[in-house]
């Protein structure tokens, strides 16, 4: 292909530098492509045009007598501004870790800049038709749970550790008795000794198949097998020959590949949770953005993507989660190609005065809402909890009010009278 | 075992929070262990006393009006403090994955603390039983080179991306017949379509086994393998059968899970490149330190880490640098276990000035010394370069001054002429 006709991938940074903003964003794009320190005669004009990153915009948005971030350099004036650069895909084709190393590797350390975020990620088809993507998505999440209509109403076994597999599966049994969808392992329960992924899929599956054949209705259950590849593919297997419904995964500790891996051997969707995610987001003036990184778990398989809720108890404020979860269902990649939308997955602090909102957010129903003291605080217990849940959403969905559907749905009645409204950014709903 | 004897990790974080530390340690140990947002009946005292993460410790160290962080939640005064946090390993076994959900997960997210920063770990001897750690380490690296004194002198294919394979080959020429010791990818050259790794293997390693058998020096091209799992364990069949001597991977773009797959597969040294490493260590008020994660690393088989390097040009400063190079020797884990010592790899603006101080700080040879324009810019050529370096570790092994040593070095002498003192901060020197 010629460099003209390369496709490219571009990515926008949110810089500080003392150097100037377009100084910044030449060592960037040089450092992260062709460039080194000084410009060797074997950089010749024909490499450069074939594998050079390029600056495509700059807009300057302030500026500082102070840095964001301390650096060996420093100058009386600090330049802000957004980068847009582009690399031809010549350079790392289709792989998604080199693909990293290149849009957040080594330039988080340059010295020219006090400040430097990943906010936006641009990629071209050819990403998409090179990885798997989601293999259920949410139509095929329904499906694993033999048809369903609405959000996933899900819940987290707590407490996070310590039960053992027989008082995980007791629980288990008690919630999907309540009529729950979705129950989901924590991100600190995998497989640790104390309860072994082997003894509590077995408990637990041996209560939820108890439930799906006299019920007719199969909860899910994600367990989390996070680990080695091995003995992931192993739980996979374990999973599969026990029935369950979902495996779990903490996305940002297994890595990319292992993803990859899970995806390829999986018979059940992938549940992607986002452990340690609060790290590249707190600071505004160093990170990644999660519109970005969700793209790059979707193509590598992930069906289900955490995103916070509205109103939490985590730093994350609204109009940052409503970004994240519309990102997710978003098509993955510019140009023709498969859009591999995931379910985004709201949890935290989350009650009936929170579905609505989600819903709304949204403009559909296709996503999981996980509660815990929403759902087991209710006053008439874990049952009229899961009603007043399914109430609240199809009060969001017909267009009604919680208080006017209250009016004949006693258990929605009972929450909204026992639980406080959630105090929803209005910012967060809007399109 | 009982709770009392049975092993624990312990983790130190630098948190600020409006609520005090006291207050914001109590809700980071429940969130990552045992509890919740609020107790539940099934947290019992035994499960507590079982499973619970324990606060050991809590140093204030100041107070401030403004946050460091935005959060959801506010107050008047911050206050910022050093906790020490425990947990039994029952959790999550020796699982490096969970151990990072459990140590770097949710944590970073609450809403109580406008700054967290994990500073340091401890890890019992069971993660050393359990892992398989580096595979060579500095005494396999030098019997990879067919047996080698002092530091190993390297460098770094340039430009990063865009040369063919045969280019490569041809400057991996140059390189060999100038007497270099070690070459490696850059982060960005993995197997991207413009430069495919079989090609490039192929043709790189005809040079330089050609040079083995002429000259008997084994000059070890650390190949960057950065890739899916099963492309990763392919590329490591193909280095082995051209007869390559080191495998690259981007340890964090990777993952761990990914890195312990190539460990197990690996028959030459692991170099492990840092790329995006600065995401987490610029912020003085989120991250991790690298005295952290490296152990990580090393658990899951990396013999080389790399570290900056003294008066880079990176913003690291120098007193991180060594931190980090002095910890890549140290024990990963307390306790009767075998220490599983990487070599540090030190890169970025290095010269014969720095190879001193470089040794200084460590009091050892057991280090990658690679520099770029450092070696290619001596004006007698890069062979003169090489010795020049060669020359400076003499120097610092013997304790003699750089300029001592010139009186009878004529490389070292030129290169002492023309290249600038480097600025290395004394502090980064101290014991």
Known sequence: MSPTTTPRVTA????????????AAAVLAGEQSTGTFVRLASETDALRERSAARIEAIEITGTSDKPALSSRDSGPVYERGLVTISWPIGNFGTSLPTLMATIAGNLFELAEMSAVRLVDLTLPAEFAHAHPGPKFGAPGTRAAMGGHDGPVIGTIIKPSVG??????????????DAG???????????????????????????????HAERTGKRVLYACNITGEIDEMRRSLDLLEDHK?????????TIGLPALRVVRNH??????????????????????IDYTVMQKLWRLAGADHLHVNGLASKFSEPDVSVTRSARAVQAP????????MTAMPVFSSGQTVWQVGPTRTLLGNDDFIFC??????SHPDGVGAGVRAMRQAAEAA???????????DAPELSRAIAHFSPAKVDPAALLR
């Not at 039960?163 to 999907?176: G, Y």
């Not at 369950?244 to 940002?252: N, R, S, T, Y």
Request: contains cysteine.
């Open 371 to 376: 509660a815990g003291g929403g759902l087991l």
């Open 12 to 23: 926008i940074y949110d810089i500080q530098s003392h150097k100037g903003v377009a100084h």
């Open 266 to 287: 999986t018979t059940m969707p992938i549940h992607g949770h986002r452990a340690g995610w609060g790290l590249l987001s707190r600071s505004p003036d160093i990170g």
């Open 244 to 252: 369950a419904g979902c495996a779990m995964v903490c996305l940002k």
């Open 397 to 407: 969905r017909d267009g009604v009010s919680l208080s006017e559907k209250a009016a």
């Open 180 to 210: 729950i969808d979705f129950i989901k392992d924590d991100e600190l329960q995998a497989n640790g000794p104390d309860c072994p992924l082997s003894e509590r899929v077995a408990q637990v599956m041996a209560v939820l198949n108890d």
């Open 163 to 176: 039960l053992s597999p027989f008082e995980t599966a007791d629980l288990v049994r008690q919630l999907a």
């Open 332 to 339: 993955v990649c510019v140009g023709d190609a498969p859009p």
